[in-house]
């Protein structure tokens, strides 16, 4: 089983999730700006994923700089805080299978959590081929 924490008008997202798609899974899509998060779903997601909430923190397009999060004095529980009252201040996607937890960008990061790769050639939004974690062109 496949989850990905998802924001469709993200084309880093839409690109992983299609990615996900085309490599047979059938995952489970969670829109977390409708739905929101849990302190402890933050905190397992984050540790699966070996991340602090401000290497997760989406500092772009975002409210974070406005929110004062940026600043290096702001805590890990005061930038999770944030991201609660605040979804959009998760970067985004998230995804988790069977082999681990990632923040998905770029968007060729979710090729290591699926059990088979889509048909080929694999391209992202921009257009460019993606590669595997051993840099291969997946052409």
Known sequence: MIVIHHNPDC?????????????????????YLA??????QLLALFAAADLTPR????????????LG???????????????????????????????????CRPSEAVLGLLDSLPPGPLRNQDGQGMRNEGGTILD
Not at 24 to 29: E, M
Not at 35 to 40: D, L, N, Q, S, V
Not at 55 to 66: E, I, W
């Open 35 to 40: 739905e929101g998060w849990t302190r402890p």
């Open 69 to 103: 999060l940026l600043d290096e004095g702001v805590s890990d529980d005061a930038i999770l805080d944030a991201m609660l009252a605040h979804p959009v201040l998760v970067n985004r996607p998230i995804v988790a299978s069977r082999k681990g937890v990632r923040l």
């Open 55 to 66: 290497q997760a923190l989406r500092a772009t397009k975002s409210p974070a700089a406005d």
């Open 11 to 31: 084309g880093t997202s839409r690109d992983v999730l299609d990615i996900i798609r085309a490599s047979g899974a059938r995952p489970v899509v969670i829109d």
